[in-house]
């Protein structure tokens, strides 16, 4: 059973940091690309941070380039979110997700919330 499970989320002041955790089951997590979407109230989900299965590349929206960092433990079978300085925009629910190009599948995680207020 494919299970991607999030966690790290909640309320952290303007300027604070967050470091979300996605733990992966159920299928080979090294041969997928792992992503972070976020949903804000009232917006589509949007792509947050990328990172490939093969070599790791990673790449971010603009709007979190320089604050965001993605990584992945393959022998743990764990994706990261490193979010520093915060702002009251990145508020949303943040979605871990698993996509492997080639075969069309695509997994997503329930998603955990992240408020930033002061």
């Known amino acids: 059973q494919v299970q991607l499970v999030e966690s790290g989320g909640g309320l952290v002041q303007p300027g604070g940091s967050l470091r979300l955790s996605c733990a992966a089951s159920?299928?080979?997590?090294?041969?997928?690309?792992m992503n972070w979407y976020r949903q804000a109230p009232g917006k589509e989900r949007e792509l947050v941070a990328t990172?490939?299965?093969?070599?790791?590349?990673?790449n971010y929206a603009d709007s979190v380039k320089g604050r965001f960092t993605i990584s992945r433990d393959n022998a743990k079978k764990m994706v990261y979110l490193q979010m520093n300085s915060l702002k009251p925009e990145d508020t949303a629910v943040y979605y871990c997700?698993?996509?492997?190009?080639?075969?069309?599948?695509?997994?997503w995680g329930q998603g955990t919330q992240v408020a930033v207020s002061s």
């Open positions: 159920g299928f080979t997590f090294s041969w997928y690309a």
């Open positions: 990172i490939t299965a093969a070599d790791s590349k990673t």
């Open positions: 997700n698993a996509r492997r190009e080639v075969y069309g599948t695509n997994y």
